[in-house]
């Protein structure tokens, strides 16, 4: 069965561009390591929560908009072994200088597929 690996980031609203070139670069990447698709979406409707919200997940501070995104693999074996293999591609080793968001910040996960329609 299929496996999702999602992401949310904050990204300063000013970088968006240097993020989807970034975001295009690591989906070559993953797709190259086995993922099926790559998504990346940029935060246009994203409220803040009194309780949870997108924005309290990453601590979103003044001039960021919210980065939500998932790899879709084939499975969790082929997931483990292909996001190995991709973090381990030079082109995938942060430079602070250039990185475009702040990774601390970033939450992620690995998720099995329940239902599909």
Do not use: H
Not at 61 to 73: A, L
Not at 75 to 100: F, H, I, L, V, Y
Request: with cysteine.
């Amino acid at each position: 069965m299929t496996y999702v690996d999602g992401f949310v980031v904050p990204v300063p609203t000013a970088s968006r561009e240097a993020y989807r070139k970034v975001a295009e670069m690591a989906a070559g990447v993953f797709k190259e390591c086995g993922a099926l698709s790559v998504v990346e979406c940029w935060g246009d409707d994203v409220p803040e929560g009194k309780v949870t919200s997108f924005p309290m997940s990453v601590k979103l501070k003044e001039g960021e908009t919210v980065v939500f995104s998932w790899i879709t693999w084939p499975s969790r074996q082929a997931r483990d072994a292909g996001m190995k293999k991709a973090m381990e591609d030079p082109r995938m080793q942060p430079n602070p200088e250039t990185m475009p968001f702040d990774g601390q910040r970033m939450i992620f996960g690995g998720f099995e597929v329940l239902v599909t329609a």
